[in-house]
C-alpha cells in the first residue's frame, strides 16, 4: 500500500512539473508574439483614416487580414508586395492623385561624425628667406660744371631668414604669424653723388671736391647749428680769412682754412664726425653752397660761443645764431 501511494506521489510531482514547463514556454510565446504585434494606421482615398493592429509585415497581408481590398482605380503606398516602413501608415489614393511623399527617415548622428564635417586647422612652423631692400643715399656736392649724378656705390639687397607659425585648412593657408627673424646679409646701400653746378652772384668763385665738401658741411653744422643764417655766418668766418692777410698763412681755400691747425672744430674735437655723410640739414647745404659762390652775412675773421664771449667782443663784433663774430 506504501508503495503504491509512493508511485503515486511521484507521478503527480512529474505532472506538476511537467506543466510548468509547459506554462513557461507558452509564457515566452506570448511575450515573443506581443513583442512582434504592430500599430498600423491605414489612409483611404477620401482622407479617413484607421488603426489596426497586427503581427503582419507585408502590405498584402495587412490589408487581407482587416479585409480591405483595393479597387481597380485605386493604389497602395508602400506597394502590396512590400513590408511596412517605420512610419507605420498604408496610403490608398486614386490612380490619378499625387503619391504622398514620405520624408526621409532621421539618422542619429554621433558627435564624430558631426565633427568629421568640418576640416582639421592644420598648424605648421615653416621658415624662409626674405630680402631687405637696400636704401638710396643722395650726397649733395657743389661743382663749378653742370649738375650731374654719379653712382659712387651699387645697392644690394640683403636676406634674413623669417620663421613663421602658419595656419592651413584644407591645405589652404588662413593665418600667418611672424614668430622670429634673424638677418643673414645685410644690404648695402646705393649711394648717388649729385653735382650741383653754382652760379656765383656774389664774386669769386671757390671749389671743393666732394670730400672736402662733406666736411665743410659737417664743420659749419657742429659750429653754427642747423639754421642758414648762423651755418652762413661759419662760412662767411672762413671766407673772410682767404681775403685777409692775417690769415692767408692758414690757406686760401674755405677747407684749407677749416682744417687749419688749432682753429675750427676739425682739430680740436670729433663732435663734427657725425654730420658727414650728407647728414646735415638742407639749410647748412644751401649756406655751403653760397657760401662757396662768394656770398657772406658778416666781415668778420673769428668767432665765440656768446656764453663765453667776452664785453670787448661783444662790443666790437655781432651776434649771430648762438656765436659772437669779431676781429679781422
Known amino acids: 500500500m506504501n508503495d503504491k501511494k509512493k508511485l503515486s506521489f511521484n507521478f503527480l510531482r512529474k505532472i506538476i512539473f511537467i506543466s510548468v514547463i509547459l506554462i513557461i514556454i507558452l509564457g ?13 494606421k491605414i489612409v483611404y482615398p477620401d482622407n479617413h483614416e484607421t488603426t489596426v493592429i497586427t ?23 508602400p506597394k502590396e508586395e512590400e513590408n511596412i516602413d517605420f512610419t507605420k501608415t498604408i496610403t490608398i489614393h486614386k490612380i490619378d492623385s499625387e503619391v504622398p511623399v514620405v520624408a526621409e527617415e532621421q539618422k542619429d548622428v554621433s558627435t564624430q561624425e558631426i565633427l568629421g564635417q568640418y576640416s582639421t ?6 621658415t624662409e628667406q626674405v630680402e631687405i631692400p637696400f636704401e638710396t643715399i643722395t650726397k649733395n656736392v657743389a661743382s663749378s660744371s653742370d649738375t650731374t649724378d654719379t653712382v659712387i656705390q651699387q645697392g644690394e639687397n640683403g636676406i634674413k631668414e623669417v620663421k613663421y607659425k602658419v595656419k592651413l585648412q584644407n591645405d589652404a593657408e588662413i593665418s600667418r604669424e611672424v614668430i622670429s ?9 646705393k649711394i648717388i653723388k649729385v ?16 670730400s672736402e665738401y662733406d666736411i665743410i658741411c659737417a664743420i659749419v653744422q657742429q659750429e653754427g647749428g642747423s639754421g642758414y643764417e648762423s651755418a652762413l655766418a661759419v662760412m662767411s668766418s672762413a671766407i673772410n680769412r682767404t681775403r685777409s692777410s692775417s690769415w692767408r698763412r692758414y690757406g686760401s681755400t674755405v677747407y684749407a682754412q677749416f682744417t687749419a691747425p688749432g682753429q675750427y ?3 680740436i674735437d670729433s663732435y663734427w664726425v657725425k654730420y ?4 646735415v640739414s638742407s639749410a647748412v647745404k644751401q649756406a655751403v653752397n653760397d657760401g662757396l659762390a662768394g656770398k657772406t652775412n658778416h666781415s668778420y675773421t673769428s668767432f665765440r660761443s656768446a656764453g663765453y664771449a667776452s664785453k670787448s667782443m661783444r662790443a666790437n663784433g655781432t651776434v649771430i645764431g648762438g656765436n659772437v663774430y669779431f676781429g679781422h
Do not use: H, Q, W
Open 28 to 40: 515566452i510565446g506570448v511575450f515573443a508574439s506581443k513583442n512582434d504585434v504592430e500599430t498600423i
Open 55 to 77: 503581427s503582419k509585415t507585408k502590405i498584402k497581408d495587412i490589408l487581407s487580414e482587416n479585409y480591405i481590398i483595393i479597387a481597380e482605380d485605386e493604389s497602395v503606398y
Open 121 to 126: 586647422i592644420v598648424e605648421k612652423i615653416i
Open 181 to 189: 627673424e634673424t638677418v643673414i646679409k645685410n644690404p648695402v646701400n
Open 195 to 210: 653735382s650741383n653746378k653754382i652760379t656765383s652772384r656774389y664774386g669769386s668763385r671757390m671749389s671743393a671736391s666732394s
Open 265 to 267: 672744430c676739425y682739430s
Open 276 to 279: 658727414l655723410n650728407g647728414n
